[in-house]
Nanobody
Framework: QLQLVESGGGLVQPGGSLRLSCAAS????????IGWFRQAPGKEREGVVC????????YYVDSVKGRVTISRDNAKNTVYQEMNSLKPSDTAVYYC?????????????????WGQGTQDTVSS
């Protein structure tokens, strides 16, 4: 059974950073494009960043460029997202998702397998 589990969320002050993990079981992450998405209270889920299968090239939405790093550790079957200079507007539940079919896209409907999410709260 394919499963993704996010971890690393928590409470952080504005200007701080968080590193999120997305661990896979039941399949090898290296063959998939892995995307990070977030959903703030009262808002629709939106894409943040993805890392493509094979060459590990990355794609970021403009609102997080320069603040987010995504990386993959195939030995640990885990993808990481680190976000710096956090703002209260970054408060959201963060999800990772996997797709065999896409590259450099953050269209929700094109991702097949989703984790349960981890809460990030940015507040002083």
């Amino acid at each position: 059974q394919l499963q993704l589990v996010e971890s690393g969320g928590g409470l952080v002050q504005p200007g701080g950073s968080l590193r999120l993990s997305c661990a896979a079981s039941g399949f090898s992450l290296g063959y998939y494009t892995i995307g990070w998405f977030r959903q703030a209270p009262g808002k629709e889920r939106e894409g943040v960043v993805c890392i493509n299968s094979g060459d590990d090239t990355t794609y970021y939405v403009d609102s997080v460029k320069g603040r987010v790093t995504i990386s993959r550790d195939n030995a640990k079957n885990t993808v990481y997202q680190e976000m710096n200079s956090l703002k209260p507007s970054d408060t959201a539940v963060y999800y990772c998702a996997a797709s065999l079919a896409v590259r450099s896209t953050l269209v929700l409907e094109q991702y097949d397998n989703w984790g349960q999410g981890t809460q990030d709260t940015v507040s002083s």
